[in-house]
């Protein structure tokens, strides 16, 4: 299985989801069956995981690698078998650009937006936690 999580740039929220995701994973023992990548859903200038974010991982003991955004692409929606955004912009944004939802893989993570918590990044990171706990749980992890 293949998910790609989408945020508008690429820097905060959705690499966020992709680290959380990738440990939530590996402690699963699915690692070798769940492949977890991030993308933007507005054209990015390649910039790197936001400060507060790496952080707030840092302080959650959630391993992360160097990052560098991109922007999501219409080869990934055939590439993907789920595509998990962090707001309902973000969903707009995706199906436009990869020509709409035919199979039904573009959700939310939860059912509403997740915020861009400045101050510690807390709420940030408590939903992007209990939305991929719910999606492990949901693929059968």
Known sequence: ??????CSGNTGRSPMAE???KKLVKDAGL???VFIS????KPTDGGHL???IAAKLGIEEI?????TARQITPEDYSENDLIVCMD???????EEIVGGDPDKKIYMLLDRD????????????DDILRGCKDLLEKIGG
């Open 1 to 6: 299985m293949k998910i790609l999580f989408v």
């Open 88 to 94: 309902a912009g973000n969903v707009e944004q995706v």
């Open 50 to 52: 936001h400060q507060g």
């Open 19 to 21: 680290f959380v995701m």
């Open 114 to 125: 997740i915020p861009w918590d400045k101050k510690g990044f807390a709420k940030t990171y």
């Open 63 to 67: 391993p992360f690698t160097e990052h």
């Open 31 to 33: 690692s070798d069956k």
């Open 38 to 41: 991030s993308a933007a859903s």
